[in-house]
């Protein structure tokens, strides 16, 4: 089989990108077009679309007469090497969803497939020329009309805008207009997933012996909580074997670019949980041997069953340890950075000061110290928490 090239000569110098086509026979070649040939028609088109296609990146390139054909051929042919199979829209996103799966951010790829579930349910394939503002509205009048919530219709914006965003990046889609240019990301109500004091407290006094789920469920939240609102993604991946933890939060330690190492001592209370569930190679062993996303659906389940056990009138999730210890440490004072800090979060740097100040270690013990002693004695708190609330509208 003969391979078909492109020829790129400049300085004379001349360079080939080989093109996905070949012929069998010489004979088959005449003054750059394929003859005596069945699909002669097609396989010209292809040819001439390959042509075109880097001609008009020819065209894009600033002072192109200054570089050889060998950087010329480099500068080409980049789009292809970072985006290869990638002919839609679509088909790009897949490619993503992919990297994704590979990286390990398995849960993070499972959104994106069911945005892009969605997404062609809505426009169907689509290429990367019709990728525009027409498009993106379209979808999401579409989603509006199907009755997808307002933070439901965000998540799948925000996935499509941060594909769009790598699209233009790599030179896939041209536009004078951004495409999410009309398009305002819509915003939900944070949802009322965190418990107050004297529910929590309901779950700290809890007899749950008599019930393995209970007992699961109790420490499973407290644990979360004493460790600073940790992620049970995480908690399942810690070596707990030591005074204290270092870990990069799994959902976005991929994409933080500073900040990403969190590092807490283990306080007494968690270290109780901890020692009833540490194997010997120091993870916990919850005895459960289905997948970490059947884990989370029971162990959501089981604190379902706490919370009617108890009388908790809140909605009581895993998530709930993350939102009640944040609620808690804002409500006596902890700074923000702190908090953020604890929760794993990058630090704002837009904000002047932080970029002079970096939170430590020992702030965050101090402050989940702080926190867990606000738990166990709230009394003592109620007038510094009246107080600061009232100084708060007096500023406002």
Known sequence: MYPIFVRIAAKKEKAYIKTGYEIPDLCQWYDGKIVARSDTV???????????????????????????????????????????????????????????????????????????????????EVPFVIMNNITVEHFDTYMKRKGYSDGNRQIRLCHIKARVNEAIKYGLIKCEKHPFAYTKLSTSEPKDLDVNITDFGKI????????????LAKDMFLLSFYLGGINLADIVQIDFSQKEINYIRQKSGAHKRKDRITRITIQPEARYIIDKYIGKNGRLDLGYNY?????????????????????????????????????????????????????GHSIKTNITINSYVKVKQSQADAAIQRVIEYTKQPKIFEDFINLRNQMQMMMM
Do not use: W
């Not at 700290?204 to 007992?215: E, M, P, V």
């Open 42 to 124: 097609m396989m010209n088109k292809r040819i001439l679309f390959e042509l075109k296609k880097y001609n008009e990146r020819m065209r894009e390139i600033d002072n192109y007469d200054v570089y050889t054909a060998t950087q010329l051929k480099q500068i080409l042919t980049q789009q292809d090497k970072i985006t290869q199979d990638a002919t839609t829209f679509t088909a790009f996103f897949r490619k993503r969803i992919s990297e994704f799966e590979k990286e390990g951010r398995i849960n993070y790829a499972k959104m994106h497939k069911e945005t892009l579930r969605i997404f062609l349910l809505a426009e169907g």
């Open 204 to 215: 700290i006094k809890a007899d749950t012996s008599q019930s393995k789920r209970l007992t």
């Open 291 to 343: 997948t970490y996303t059947n884990m989370c659906c029971y162990i959501n389940s089981c604190l379902k069953l706490l919370a009617k056990e108890l009388n908790i009138k809140s909605n009581l999730t895993f998530y709930s340890a993350r939102k009640t210890f944040a609620q808690f440490a804002s409500e006596i004072a902890i700074p923000y950075p702190i908090i953020e800090y604890c929760l």
